[in-house]
């Protein structure tokens, strides 16, 4: 279903994120937590060395949103990380979720404002409905809510320009 919290209601974000996620250098800047996380995901995944030394950063995150996805279903994470891993590996999965729409960040302003239309309008209607002289009718939607991805939140995140603090 193409709507406006899904990537694919817009054909040009659909093709900046389908050609930049998984882009080995749209992860360039943080290429680094691939040196500093293979040696404890070679052992969690029981990965060969070539598998080791062959790992692309999609690989990496394919295994960091296994960890994370474990951990959050109340499977633990299967392995003795340390916190300091932990931390790389939350890392990994919030590159793959920021960086694809990064660049241009147009792609990101698009989208978001996009999936700010529908409660935009109805904060606009209710406003409307309630000024004086108005003959426009109060919504009756009370309660509007979003069922998404981390992916879509961490992008509104950063529209928004909030700060975790």
């Known amino acids: 279903m193409a709507d406006d919290l899904d990537l694919t209601g817009c054909d040009y974000i659909n ?3 389908g050609y930049r996620f998984p882009a080995e250098s749209t992860y ?12 404890p995901i070679t052992e969690a995944f029981d990965l ?5 030394q062959n790992m692309t950063f999609m690989d990496l995150y394919g295994y960091c949103d296994d960890v994370q996805s ?5 499977l633990g994470t299967g392995y003795d990380y340390t916190q300091d891993q932990l931390n790389k590996i939350n890392e990994t999965v919030l590159a793959t979720l920021v960086l694809p729409l990064s660049d241009p960040v ?15 309008t109805m904060m606009t209607r209710f406003a409307e409905s309630n000024t004086e002289g108005s003959n426009i009718a109060t919504p ?13 939140v961490s ?10 603090g």
Do not use: C
Not at 28 to 39: G, M
Not at 70 to 74: A, I, M, Q, R
Not at 106 to 120: A, F, G, I, Q, T
Not at 155 to 164: G, M
């Open 48 to 52: 060969n060395k070539t598998q080791s």
């Open 106 to 120: 147009l792609s990101r302003n698009m989208y978001v404002s996009k999936m700010l239309r529908l409660p935009l």
């Open 155 to 164: 992008q509104l995140l950063l529209f928004l320009d909030a700060e975790n």
């Open 28 to 39: 360039y800047s943080v290429e680094w937590l691939k040196d500093d996380l293979r040696e």
């Open 70 to 74: 474990n951990e959050f279903e109340g």
């Open 140 to 152: 009756k939607i009370k309660f509007l809510s979003y069922s998404t991805h981390d992916w879509t």
């Open 15 to 17: 093709k900046v994120d």
